[in-house]
């Protein structure tokens, strides 16, 4: 949901149980994240199927009621690519966040 980071349970003990917490929301919080990514693909021009990795670096920012915290991110993704036709390929992959 895209509205989910406004949501947060507060417990009324330190061991959350489905009937000692309450939710709140709070409309004060916004995020941003900026990434740069770099990708290296693996061509063979004998094979359908190439390979590729990436890396990103960059931060995420975090501002609750006018109060900006930032944080570094990173990805890492991995994955193949099987061409189809000149134009198009599939690709198939996973990343780290």
Same mark, same amino acid.
């Given at each position: ?11 009324? =003990?330190?061991?959350?149980?489905? =009937? ?6 709070? +409309?004060?919080? /916004? =995020? ?8 290296? +693909? *693996? ?22 009621? +006018?109060? *900006?915290?930032? /944080?570094?991110?990173?990805?890492? /993704? ?20």
């Amino acid at each position: 949901h895209i509205e989910s980071h406004n949501f947060v349970a507060v417990g009324r =003990d330190a061991t959350l149980t489905p =009937d000692n917490f309450f939710v709140m929301k709070i +409309d004060s919080v /916004k =995020d941003i994240s900026v990434m740069l990514n770099a990708c290296y +693909d *693996v061509m063979h021009t004998d094979l359908p199927v190439s390979p590729y990795m990436c890396a990103g670096l960059g931060a995420s920012f975090i501002n609750i009621a +006018d109060h *900006v915290t930032s /944080k570094l991110a990173y990805r890492g /993704k991995v994955g193949v690519s099987y061409k189809l036709t000149p134009e198009i390929s599939l690709i198939a992959g996973g990343f780290y966040h």
